[in-house]
């Protein structure tokens, strides 16, 4: 019989596997034809699956919820005593689950979207590395070896959207994402590094037990926490450092699916989640993550109204749905944070899926004004697509409607003008999935003759993908089927072990509240919904030309509020004049200068103390002598 103690013992193969297939595609890439290198590391992220599934089950028989188990040594220096430990608990299973089992999905999905790429072995290998390094991630049983998967998933970010590197303004969406995630990064170093000096330790066991000691918003903790949360910032694309993400959909779209649904920005909301119980002693904290969070949701979701991309109208969706997950983690309901974080890697998934089946089918074509009627003729892709966005939307029983309903629940506990502004969110997200849905499926095809000539459903690669996707964005909410259904909230109950809610008191919430709350949202998103199509399918309303001015709120909207150009104005502007006007001058006049002078002093001192060496010995006896002399007089007198 297998047992969780058992089967934990094979827990490094988890990481390792798909880290292994990084290494053979590399190393054989030259020997690996056709479809090999997409069959061997989607092979072996399945066994990384199958081996976290095995876990699941022996954890959920087991009286022993949580293992750590130690793989060896690791840091020996001094009081910094670091080994390397698993940490296999609730959560991290379930992470491991996400990332592997989604991850698993988008992989044999990239084997039929990348086949005639002329990298795909690189592809491939980049692939295994960045779901290694995921998984090693959640899995470490510290801080250090959380921070190891953390710099892994930023390296392949950077490899995987530059991923072609012909094009310049790829390369520049790259760098842009590996420099804004330096900035969360170095807020995460300082955090770990004051987590030692306060500690004396990085693992999470040893900080957590020692948490007692203090009491809530103790300047240090906070302090901690913060750094934490610049970390989480940059990495979970949070205003201020959330404009890598849109731009990182210069990648190809699995990777924009992988980014998206199943690793890198669900990152912060993980570490987040897994320093709860430090987090709790944080209030101050918690209610700034709150308000990032509040004003992240809204602030993406009104750009995501006016962008024709459809892999940007997507991207702006997943910051949104980020900020509703750090609205749960801010109001310290850190179980739905998860809930959400697990559906939306379904349809998230399937949505950046389904618009690369489009785009497959469509030659290339992202411009959703150049689409349209595409129902009849990708009817997989359609019927994924629809069921991808009634779950963003919300609408019951799809996984969306629990998830972000159990959010606004918390919300409204706490505050009902959080809740208010929450739901206003939630029904722009509806809004500009019906637009993107209505204005790529239905009415007439506006792409070129051409275009249309060539359109066919996708093969089964890439559309058995989307319909298992589409499965779970169907059933994933009843993984944590709320009571007043009748369910048990199994996934929270799960996850109990390994996370500590601050705030428990959406649960107390009268019965009836929840049945109006909830009746209310339906009514809107329903009202949202017919808006939508009368205004995209019977009015045929398209959005403007490029060269069709727009008015004030349109035209700031579709320009994402030139953050962008804010930033170039205030950083990359005054960083490039330094660069090209100041440094230079600097360079040669105060650094080469300084260091010239030390090299000019040292011949010249050379020049003159060499004569001393002239080869009359009754002058070497005189120094040695009186060298003798000098240091015993030193000895007596000082």
């Given at each position: 019989?297998?047992?969780?103690?058992?089967?934990?013992?094979?827990?490094?193969?988890?990481?390792?596997?798909?880290?292994?297939?990084?290494?053979?595609?590399?190393?054989?890439?030259?020997?690996?034809?056709?479809?090999?290198?997409?069959?061997?590391?989607?092979?072996?992220?399945?066994?990384?699956?199958?081996?976290?599934?095995?876990?699941?089950?022996?954890?959920?028989?087991?009286?022993?919820?949580?293992?750590?188990?130690?793989?060896?040594?690791?840091?020996?220096?001094?009081?910094?005593?670091?080994?390397?430990?698993?940490?296999?608990?609730?959560?991290?299973?379930?992470?491991?689950?996400?990332?592997?089992?989604?991850?698993?999905?988008?992989?044999?999905?990239?084997?039929?979207?990348?086949?005639?790429?002329?990298?795909?072995?690189?592809?491939?290998?980049?692939?295994?590395?960045?779901?290694?390094?995921?998984?090693?991630?959640?899995?470490?049983?510290?801080?250090?070896?959380?921070?190891?998967?953390?710099?892994?998933?930023?390296?392949?970010?950077?490899?995987?959207?530059?991923?072609?590197?012909?094009?310049?303004?790829?390369?520049?969406?790259?760098?842009?994402?590996f420099v804004m995630n330096r900035i969360g990064d170095l807020g995460f170093i300082l955090g770990i590094i004051l987590l030692f000096f306060t500690?004396?330790?990085?693992?999470?066991?040893?900080?957590?037990?020692?948490?007692?000691?203090?009491?809530?918003?103790?300047?240090?903790?906070?302090?901690?926490?913060?750094?934490?949360?610049?970390?989480?910032?940059?990495?979970?694309?949070?205003?201020?450092?959330?404009?890598?993400?849109?731009?990182?959909?210069?990648?190809?779209?699995?990777?924009?699916?992988?980014?998206?649904?199943?690793?890198?920005?669900?990152?912060?909301?993980?570490?987040?989640?897994?320093?709860?119980?430090?987090?709790?002693?944080?209030?101050?904290?918690?209610?700034?993550?709150?308000?990032?969070?509040?004003?992240?949701?809204?602030?993406?979701?009104?750009?995501?109204?006016?962008?024709?991309?459809?892999?940007?109208?997507?991207?702006?969706?997943?910051?949104?749905?980020?900020?509703?997950?750090?609205?749960?983690?801010?109001?310290?309901?850190?179980?739905?944070a998860i809930f959400h974080l697990t559906t939306h890697a379904f349809f998230k998934a399937l949505l950046f899926l389904g618009a690369g089946s489009?785009?497959?089918?469509?030659?290339?074509?992202?411009?959703?004004?150049?689409?349209?009627?595409?129902?009849?003729?990708?009817?997989?892709?359609?019927?994924?697509?629809?069921?991808?966005?009634?779950?963003?939307?919300?609408?019951?029983?799809?996984?969306?409607?629990?998830?972000?309903?159990?959010?606004?629940?918390?919300?409204?506990?706490?505050?009902?003008?959080?809740?208010?502004?929450?739901?206003?969110?939630?029904?722009?997200?509806?809004?500009?999935?019906?637009?993107?849905?209505?204005?790529?499926?239905?009415?007439?095809?506006?792409?070129?003759?051409?275009?249309?000539?060539?359109?066919?459903?996708?093969?089964a690669l890439i559309s058995v993908p989307l319909i298992i996707l589409a499965i779970l964005s169907v059933v994933g909410g009843f993984l944590n089927?709320?009571?007043?259904?009748?369910?048990?909230?199994?996934?929270?109950?799960?996850?109990?072990?390994?996370?500590?809610?601050?705030?428990?008191?959406?649960?107390?919430?009268?019965?009836?509240?929840?049945?109006?709350?909830?009746?209310?949202?339906?009514?809107?998103?329903?009202?949202?919904?017919?808006?939508?199509?009368?205004?995209?399918?019977?009015?045929?309303?398209?959005?403007?030309?490029?060269?069709?001015?727009?008015?004030?709120?349109?035209?700031?909207?579709?320009?994402?509020?030139?953050?962008?150009?804010?930033?170039?104005?205030?950083?990359?502007?005054?960083?490039?004049?330094?660069?090209?006007?100041?440094?230079?001058?600097?360079?040669?006049?105060?650094?080469?200068?300084?260091?010239?002078?030390?090299?000019?002093?040292?011949?010249?001192?050379?020049?003159?103390?060499?004569?001393?060496?002239?080869?009359?010995?009754?002058?070497?006896?005189?120094?040695?002598?009186?060298?003798?002399?000098?240091?015993?007089?030193?000895?007596?007198?000082?």
């Amino acid at each position: 019989m297998v047992t969780f103690s058992n089967i934990v013992k094979y827990a490094w193969l988890v990481p390792l596997l798909p880290f292994a297939g990084f290494l053979i595609i590399i190393f054989f890439s030259r020997l690996l034809k056709g479809k090999s290198s997409g069959i061997i590391a989607s092979a072996l992220i399945s066994l990384s699956f199958l081996i976290s599934l095995l876990m699941f089950f022996a954890q959920s028989d087991s009286a022993v919820k949580s293992i750590t188990l130690n793989i060896f040594s690791w840091l020996d220096v001094g009081a910094l005593k670091i080994p390397f430990e698993l940490l296999i608990d609730p959560l991290s299973l379930n992470m491991m689950l996400i990332v592997s089992g989604v991850g698993l999905l988008i992989h044999v999905f990239s084997i039929g979207y990348m086949l005639h790429d002329e990298r795909f072995n690189t592809f491939f290998a980049y692939m295994n590395l960045f779901s290694a390094s995921m998984l090693l991630l959640v899995m470490g049983a510290n801080y250090l070896i959380l921070f190891m998967g953390w710099e892994g998933v930023g390296l392949c970010s950077y490899l995987l959207i530059g991923f072609w590197f012909k094009n310049d303004l790829y390369n520049l969406a790259a760098r842009k994402a590996f420099v804004m995630n330096r900035i969360g990064d170095l807020g995460f170093i300082l955090g770990i590094i004051l987590l030692f000096f306060t500690f004396r330790t990085l693992n999470f066991s040893g900080v957590f037990a020692q948490l007692s000691a203090f009491t809530p918003n103790n300047s240090t903790i906070v302090i901690i926490t913060l750094l934490l949360l610049v970390g989480a910032l940059g990495k979970s694309a949070q205003i201020p450092l959330f404009t890598w993400l849109p731009d990182a959909m210069a990648g190809p779209t699995p990777v924009s699916a992988l980014i998206h649904a199943a690793t890198m920005v669900t990152a912060g909301i993980y570490l987040i989640a897994r320093s709860s119980l430090l987090f709790n002693l944080a209030p101050f904290t918690l209610d700034i993550i709150l308000a990032i969070g509040l004003i992240t949701a809204l602030f993406a979701a009104t750009i995501g109204i006016y962008q024709n991309d459809i892999k940007k109208v997507l991207a702006y969706s997943t910051v949104s749905q980020l900020g509703y997950m750090f609205i749960a983690l801010g109001l310290g309901v850190y179980s739905s944070a998860i809930f959400h974080l697990t559906t939306h890697a379904f349809f998230k998934a399937l949505l950046f899926l389904g618009a690369g089946s489009i785009i497959h089918a469509l030659s290339g074509e992202q411009d959703i004004r150049k689409m349209g009627g595409l129902k009849k003729k990708l009817p997989i892709t359609f019927l994924t697509f629809l069921i991808a966005t009634l779950a963003i939307s919300g609408f019951p029983p799809f996984s969306g409607f629990f998830s972000k309903d159990e959010i606004l629940m918390a919300a409204f506990a706490r505050n009902p003008l959080i809740y208010v502004l929450g739901l206003f969110g939630a029904l722009m997200t509806c809004f500009y999935m019906f637009r993107l849905l209505f204005l790529v499926f239905y009415n007439q095809f506006r792409g070129t003759p051409e275009q249309e000539s060539h359109i066919h459903e996708s093969p089964a690669l890439i559309s058995v993908p989307l319909i298992i996707l589409a499965i779970l964005s169907v059933v994933g909410g009843f993984l944590n089927f709320p009571e007043i259904f009748g369910g048990k909230a199994a996934q929270a109950n799960f996850l109990s072990v390994s996370l500590t809610n601050y705030a428990s008191n959406a649960g107390h919430m009268a019965v009836s509240t929840e049945w109006i709350l909830m009746a209310v949202s339906v009514l809107f998103l329903l009202f949202i919904v017919a808006f939508a199509y009368n205004r995209f399918i019977k009015q045929k309303m398209l959005p403007a030309g490029d060269e069709i001015p727009l008015a004030f709120i349109p035209k700031l909207l579709s320009n994402k509020y030139y953050v962008d150009e804010l930033y170039n104005w205030l950083i990359v502007m005054p960083y490039t004049a330094l660069s090209e006007k100041v440094f230079p001058k600097m360079e040669l006049n105060i650094i080469d200068k300084t260091v010239n002078s030390f090299g000019e002093y040292t011949m010249w001192l050379g020049e003159k103390v060499r004569r001393i060496q002239a080869g009359n010995i009754s002058f070497y006896v005189f120094a040695m002598v009186t060298g003798v002399i000098f240091f015993i007089i030193i000895n007596l007198y000082f």
